[in-house]
């Protein structure tokens, strides 16, 4: 069946055919409880009435007309999001690492009106950006990168979550611009940074006139307890990237400013054919609004405390758990070994969705609409496969 796709992809062998909330329908009709989110896209669920019925509505009406004329929820959006995030302005595109090239094209119009003709930008070990060429190359994880070089240039990588590293590299080079880095690095295993150490980049940043770019790309939208994961430490960025849940599965990517970074791109400097058309803008203020009516980021605060918490319990005695963490519903269980293949699909015969993270750390990112009961059976069902795991592999 999949003889004329590509073989980037290594599915795992089930393919679902509808889904509601946070339960996914199997072409057996088995069903299977989604704790991954089509990678933390469906904050929703699925088939969200909202969702649904706005893009109907703007289907009935208009789906695209193009960036050369003025698009009425473009401009809602625009407004809706930067009144969220606490930021001026927004361009907009179709995926993650689109916004992340937006935020590197910002960057560099910046540096080079600094009169600094090779910019360069602070990237993270361990990081993860998207899969373009200049995203791959921001990305901390040789993997993604082998292969395509040469690379872009003009990175400079340091360690996460250590300060001192960025004061050397300010105290040494000249031509840095800015700092793009994820608030809680996701691909790379739910790595939560020290509470102190956004706010200490910020000021890092004010002091040098570097920008601060904030990939909020899976944590953004509510999905760790707050709009997004900066707000937890009062860090507002000069350049903040979203898409995974801004249109809940209609694709769409933005990337945000304020500031001078707001002020950086003239008419011709960058675009997009599809990026902000009336369809995806339509998805996304349905979601905007439905977080907002909701008040789901105190939800998935609260959800994911209790998780936490539950799955510590039921895991106490579980000598293979290294380390349960997270913020909200952005949640990783670190495991003492690797699991990636047999977790995965062992979940799947337990009817659970999720994912495995830098080979050992399990990644939850569950809608932020499931009730105290899916969580419940979250925690159960979680529980039973890593008990299951430890207990083939001792
Ligand atoms: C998923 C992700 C991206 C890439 O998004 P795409 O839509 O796949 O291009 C970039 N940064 C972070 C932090 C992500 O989680």
Request: proline share 4%.
């Amino acid at each position: 069946m999949a003889d004329h796709l590509m073989t980037n992809y290594a599915p795992l062998p089930i393919t679902f055919t509808r889904g509601e909330g946070a339960w996914l329908w199997d072409e057996q009709d088995k069903i299977h409880l989604d704790a991954l989110s089509g990678i933390g896209v469906c904050g929703l669920g699925h088939a969200h009435p909202a969702v649904t019925e706005a893009i109907r509505e703007q289907a009935q009406r208009l789906l695209h007309t193009s960036n050369l004329y003025h698009i009425q929820r473009q401009e809602q959006l625009a407004e809706k999001l930067c009144g969220v995030a606490d930021m001026e302005k927004a361009f907009f595109c179709n995926s993650g690492a689109e916004a992340v090239e937006a935020a590197i094209k910002l960057a560099r119009l910046h540096g080079h009106q600094r009169g600094i003709a090779q910019p360069s930008i602070i990237v993270m070990e361990n990081s993860f950006h998207g899969r373009t060429l200049a995203t791959l190359s921001a990305t901390g994880n040789r993997k993604v990168q082998a292969g395509f070089e040469p690379l872009v240039q003009g990175f400079i990588r340091a360690p996460f979550n250590d300060i001192e590293a960025l004061r050397v590299i300010a105290r040494n080079d000249p031509n840095v611009v800015a700092v793009l880095l994820e608030p809680i690095q996701g691909e790379g295993g739910i790595i939560v940074p020290d509470d102190d150490y956004l706010p200490q980049v910020r000021a890092l940043c004010d002091d040098h006139g570097w920008l601060m770019m904030l990939d909020e790309i899976q944590t953004g939208m509510c999905r760790t307890g707050a709009w997004f994961a900066c707000q937890h430490g009062n860090t507002l960025p000069d350049v903040m990237c979203l898409a995974k849940g801004l249109g809940n599965g209609v694709p769409i990517g933005a990337c945000l400013a304020r500031g001078k970074a707001a002020e950086a791109f003239q008419p011709g400097n960058h675009g997009s054919t599809f990026g902000g058309n009336p369809l995806a803008c339509s998805a996304a203020l349905a979601v905007i609004t439905t977080l907002e009516e909701q008040d789901l980021a105190a939800r998935a605060a609260e959800l994911g405390e209790n998780i936490r918490e539950g799955l510590k319990n039921a895991l106490a005695d579980c000598s293979i758990v290294r380390e349960i963490r997270g913020a909200g519903l952005m949640i990783g269980i670190e495991l003492h070994r690797p699991c990636t293949d047999l977790v995965t699909s062992a979940a799947v015969d337990h009817g659970l969705l999720i994912s495995v993270q830098a080979e050992r750390t399990i990644r939850l990112l569950p809608p932020l609409i499931i009730s105290d009961d899916e969580a419940y059976q979250l925690i159960n069902i979680t529980s039973t496969v890593i008990h299951d795991f430890a207990a083939t592999t001792d």
